[in-house]
């Protein structure tokens, strides 16, 4: 598949609706843009993240206090893992 894309003021362009279509971009994704070693452009297509995405990513082995976590950054206190 091939398709073109003019530039217009500010450097706006569209992306084609049948490539749109067929890498299911939609208003919320992200172009990650990438020139490898031959020069060529790569182009990858991802969702944003929100915070549903990444909570529980991290994690420790013992319960956090948040509030005392708080307190210590407040008062510019290094923050450890006891």
């Known amino acids: 598949m091939k ?38 452009v790569v182009l990858n297509f991802r969702k944003r993240s929100d915070l549903l995405d990444i909570v529980g990513i991290g994690g420790t082995q013992k319960p956090t206090d948040s509030v005392k976590i708080t307190k210590k950054n407040e008062k510019g206190e290094n923050i450890d893992s006891n």
Do not use: C, F
């Not at 003021?9 to 992200?30: A, C, F, V």
């Open 3 to 40: 398709a073109t894309t003019e530039i217009h003021n500010k450097y706006h362009g569209m992306i084609p609706t049948e490539i749109r279509e067929k890498l299911n971009i939609d208003k919320d994704s992200i172009i990650e843009w990438e020139i490898n070693k031959d020069n060529e």
